[in-house]
């Protein structure tokens, strides 16, 4: 994989990775984490597990379930034991966890990571695979995501629209590659953005300031679920303008790029989680690059995406030419 160059701040960037998949019982799945880094399981509240790693943060183990989760927290909260006060949720939190376990994804999240520390996430994915882990491919039902938190390069505004134009120009050509997932794509976990905003965002003569920029960017795309979700950068820039028109309490503040096409492909073998990752580095490959992206982005218009898959395949053809003479130059 490429090298991870510097952050924001200048500082050796980091990779933060959260991975959904099936098929390995929670708390197994915890001690397979805590195996592969030498972690403490600090905390076991049947949905969620704490691995604490010193010098590199906490890994999280959780079911998927955001309700399940809050039921669990409200009958830990309650501290009178007496029978007749025994509560639904205090019930709920004993037989929850082997009720959903069976339908609800189980998610990996790591703290964030450098490039020498990545290979611990690889680590874990291959020791899941052993023990029978199913991701994305194994079910009609399996919408699960590998989403990629990759800290910000630059957190100016023109830097983050290139990026962001570099995406949308690429979005076909990225879809091919990572050979996006049917589920994925018809789930609306992770939706590519409106053709409206694709152009306009494109067009040359857009050029906003980073309160603009974040004002049009939830305008256009006012949820969560995009195949690249600005909204936990935005939120570490100016939180209070994010929540002015969204308040979400699944928004985690972050200098991040939330990048979320990626199948989970635990299931499969030999599955690298660098593939994604040097798929991401090529489209701040091309927001690097003016001349080229420019001259995409020109002609982007012309695409003729196909009724079905949504792909123009020569289009990607068009963009795989240029790729390649921007990788080798």
Known sequence: ????????????????????????????????????????????HKTHYTIACENLGDFIVELDVELAQKISAKAKSQKD????????ESIADQILPEILETVAPTEIVSPPLSED???????????????????TEESLFYAFGYHINAEMRSVKAKDILDSLRAFVVLYDWVAVQLDMDVTRKISGYAAPYSEDYNLFILDPSYVPD?????????LY???RNYALDLLPLFSYLDEDRVK??????????????????????????????????????QIEKLSDNEK??????????????????GIDH????????HIKQYKNA
């Open 221 to 223: 795309n006012p949820s």
């Open 292 to 309: 080229t992206l420019k001259e995409m982005a020109a002609h982007y218009k012309m695409r003729k995406p196909e009724l079905i898959s």
């Open 314 to 321: 020569e289009w990607v053809a068009y963009l795989d030419t």
């Open 244 to 281: 002015k028109h969204i308040n979400n309490s699944l928004i985690k503040k972050r200098p991040a790029w939330h990048f979320r096409m990626p199948n989970s492909s635990v299931g499969q073998d030999n599955w690298s989680i660098y593939d994604a990752i040097n798929t991401w580095q």
């Open 210 to 218: 980073l309160a603009q920029l974040i004002d049009d960017y939830i």
């Open 1 to 44: 994989m490429t090298t991870l160059v510097k952050n924001f701040e200048g500082k050796p960037r980091r990779f933060g990775l959260e991975i959904e998949y099936a098929g390995v019982p929670l708390a197994r799945s915890a001690q397979i984490v805590a195996d592969a880094t030498g972690g403490k399981i600090q905390s076991d």
């Open 81 to 88: 034991l007496d029978p007749k006060s025994i509560s639904i």
């Open 117 to 135: 520390n990545l290979h611990l996430m690889q680590d874990i994915v291959e020791a899941l695979h052993k023990e029978g882990a199913a991701g």
